[in-house]
């Protein structure tokens, strides 16, 4: 009888390990399932990324749809906690608050973190001088996704033909992509003037050289007027830059631009 009590106690001890194994071996199955399954679904999220403009939600190809495809690619890549796409816009200390206003357009059509702009200020240097002071360089070591070059128009006056001042904006092209051959290269004007009149026609002539030679060109001055009496509103008292009204029409078409609006 003795030894029946022992046996029993043994096989209770046996099953109860066997059952706890059961459970536990059960209770590891469930929670590595529920762990892939949300793994899964951080991929999913990541790849149908919506985002936001203006409270409503536009598909990333709507946001897009102007882009050069190299740069399309690198925005449909993108996940939160990558590294934000660098741009860099060229100019005069007037490009600062361009750039600062694109920075915002950006962050509110695509979410913080996606785009990064940089500002490089040329202020007062010419065509010549950009090029001949290394100024492709300068633009490659901050290894951009994209970049907006701005010819130096007002400041070539009297000191750089046009001609010159195209053949640069080619040679700052083919020395970018050359170094950075996934890098989307766009070019866009200064602004117009009103003090030397004459200037807005090497603009135009600047602007048909960019079409001529299927560079992208984001032609703002679109949205500028003709008139002289009309451009004060948007100059500061020199007549040779834009104030802050001016500062913000020329942002804002970069945004649009940026975030598939009509241009």
């Known amino acids: 009888m003795k030894k029946f009590g022992i046996i029993c106690v043994i096989l209770i001890c046996i099953f109860t390990i066997g059952a706890g194994r059961v459970y536990w071996q059960h209770k590891i199955n469930k929670t590595a399932a529920e762990a892939k399954g949300s793994l ?13 403009h203006n409270s409503s939600k536009k598909s990333i190809k709507s946001l897009t749809s102007h882009l050069p495809k190299v740069l399309k690619e690198k925005i449909n890549k993108f996940h939160d906690g990558d590294k934000p796409i660098q741009i860099v816009i060229t100019g005069d200390k007037s490009i600062l608050k361009v750039g600062e206003r694109l920075q915002s357009l950006l962050d509110e059509a695509y979410g913080k973190e996606v785009f990064e702009v940089s500002a490089l200020n040329f202020h007062n240097e010419n065509s010549h001088d950009i090029y001949h002071n290394d100024g492709a360089e300068k633009i490659i070591k901050q290894r951009p996704d994209a ?11 009297e000191q750089v033909t046009t001609s010159d001042t195209e053949d640069i904006m080619m040679f700052m092209k083919q020395d970018i992509e ?8 766009m070019t866009e004007p200064p602004n117009r003037v009103t003090s030397k009149p004459y200037i807005n026609d090497r603009l135009k002539e600047i602007k048909a050289y960019a079409n001529k030679n ?21 100059l500061d008292a020199s007549g040779l830059k834009p104030n802050h009204k001016g500062l913000d029409m020329w942002a804002d078409y970069l945004g649009d631009y940026f975030t598939g609006q009509k241009l």
């Open 40 to 52: 899964s679904d951080s991929k999913q999220i990541s790849s149908n990324r919506t985002y936001t």
């Open 147 to 157: 970049v907006i070059y701005t010819p130096p128009v007002i400041e070539d006056d």
């Open 178 to 185: 050359k170094a950075l051959p996934k890098t989307a290269y």
């Open 214 to 234: 299927d560079l992208t060109y984001l032609n703002y001055l679109k949205r500028w007027p003709q008139s002289n009496h009309k451009l004060d509103n948007l």
